[in-house]
């Protein structure tokens, strides 16, 4: 078995955009060479990767499982070569960051421990709290900068946002669910399910505002503001859920599989990134971390 990382960044592209030519145009490459290196890769790992639809095409079972690794094997890679390149930092001084109660149960585990080691001298202070509550904490300079779900921000002439990524949010589903038969899903297949809503970061107005733009309106079955009881509950088959990339994982905490599929007529993005204060300039340490955590969550993101 043997494949390189460039097919697998190939790989990760065709997943992401379920399109040969946009997964072409996007590793500047021709069609005709995305398609080589597919079949090569599927041909030595002796797996079906890709269902080949009309309009595309669309991870199979064992495409999914692979796509975890292929991710992993690129952002391992990526922090190999980082570790060369990026020093461990020598400034001093304490910087306080607002985070979303998201972004601190998916982004701040992953991250945490990698930033203590880069700034050894730095006092680093993450306060969670609710999107609100962080942008007045940032008007009245207690915090250096917030990391947000900047897709849920208002406009706000006070506020700067910068995206660092940009995940998509897809319906989750049972192993086996009968709406995995269908070769296209639309948003009106899901709308006489159970519908497992999570409570948190503003995703309630988010979700019920996007559906009522299409016509619709969830059936809402169950409330949470856990994830791993949305988790749970989808893998069970009690209900469907639609949440971002960024905190998919496949499996529940039963060992239970969970499967994603995109929707045709429903493309929202889950955006994360930072919130600065404009015209009001930051400390040197505050742009030093908020520089090296834009290339750690970005490199999450292109995990996810």
């Given at each position: 078995?043997?494949?390189?990382?460039?097919?697998?960044?190939?790989?990760?592209?065709?997943?992401?955009?379920?399109?040969?030519?946009?997964?072409?145009?996007?590793?500047?490459?021709s069609q005709s060479s995305m398609t080589v290196a597919m079949?090569?890769?599927?041909?030595?790992?002796?797996?079906?990767?890709?269902?080949?639809?009309?309009?595309?095409?669309?991870?199979?079972?064992?495409?999914?499982?692979?796509?975890?690794?292929?991710?992993?094997?690129i952002n391992e890679s990526q922090i190999a070569i980082d570790?060369?390149?990026?020093?461990?930092?020598?400034?001093?001084?304490?910087?306080?960051?607002?985070?979303?109660?998201?972004?601190?149960?998916?982004?701040?585990?992953?991250?945490?421990?990698?930033?203590?080691?880069?700034?050894?001298?730095?006092?680093?202070?993450?306060?969670?709290?609710?999107?609100?509550?962080?942008?007045?904490?940032?008007?009245?300079?207690?915090?250096?900068?917030?990391?947000?779900?900047?897709?849920?921000?208002?406009?706000?002439?006070?506020?700067?946002?910068?995206?660092?990524?940009?995940?998509?949010?897809?319906?989750?589903?049972?192993?086996?669910?009968?709406?995995?038969?269908?070769?296209?899903?639309?948003?009106?297949?899901?709308?006489?399910?159970?519908?497992?809503?999570?409570?948190?970061?503003?995703?309630?107005?988010?979700?019920?505002?996007?559906?009522?733009?299409?016509?619709?309106?969830?059936?809402?079955?169950?409330?949470?503001?856990?994830?791993?009881?949305?988790?749970?509950?989808?893998?069970?088959?009690?209900?469907?859920?639609?949440?971002?990339?960024?905190?998919?994982?496949?499996?529940?905490?039963?060992?239970?599989?969970?499967m994603r599929r995109s929707i045709a007529d429903s493309t929202?993005?889950?955006?994360?990134?930072?919130?600065?204060?404009?015209?009001?300039?930051?400390?040197?340490?505050?742009?030093?971390?908020?520089?090296?955590?834009?290339?750690?969550?970005?490199?999450?993101?292109?995990?996810?």
């Amino acid at each position: 078995m043997r494949f390189t990382l460039r097919q697998l960044e190939f790989f990760i592209a065709l997943a992401q955009t379920q399109q040969i030519s946009k997964a072409a145009s996007q590793c500047n490459i021709s069609q005709s060479s995305m398609t080589v290196a597919m079949r090569n890769l599927e041909s030595s790992l002796n797996n079906q990767l890709f269902i080949r639809l009309p309009k595309g095409i669309q991870l199979t079972a064992a495409g999914e499982r692979f796509l975890h690794y292929a991710r992993k094997i690129i952002n391992e890679s990526q922090i190999a070569i980082d570790d060369l390149l990026y020093q461990p930092q020598l400034e001093k001084g304490t910087v306080n960051i607002g985070i979303a109660k998201t972004l601190s149960a998916y982004l701040l585990p992953a991250i945490i421990l990698e930033v203590e080691q880069h700034f050894p001298l730095m006092t680093i202070n993450f306060i969670e709290a609710n999107p609100q509550v962080l942008t007045e904490s940032l008007k009245r300079h207690e915090t250096d900068f917030s990391l947000l779900l900047t897709s849920n921000i208002p406009p706000d002439a006070a506020l700067n946002t910068e995206i660092f990524i940009r995940s998509p949010r897809r319906l989750w589903v049972a192993q086996g669910h009968p709406l995995l038969n269908q070769s296209v899903i639309h948003l009106a297949d899901i709308e006489n399910l159970p519908f497992l809503l999570l409570d948190t970061d503003e995703y309630p107005d988010v979700i019920t505002e996007h559906w009522r733009a299409q016509g619709g309106s969830p059936n809402i079955g169950f409330t949470t503001t856990s994830f791993e009881t949305v988790r749970s509950l989808v893998a069970k088959g009690k209900g469907v859920t639609i949440l971002s990339d960024l905190v998919y994982r496949p499996w529940s905490l039963e060992g239970l599989r969970v499967m994603r599929r995109s929707i045709a007529d429903s493309t929202t993005y889950m955006d994360v990134g930072a919130v600065t204060l404009n015209n009001s300039a930051m400390t040197e340490a505050a742009t030093t971390v908020l520089n090296y955590l834009r290339r750690a969550i970005t490199r999450l993101g292109d995990e996810s």
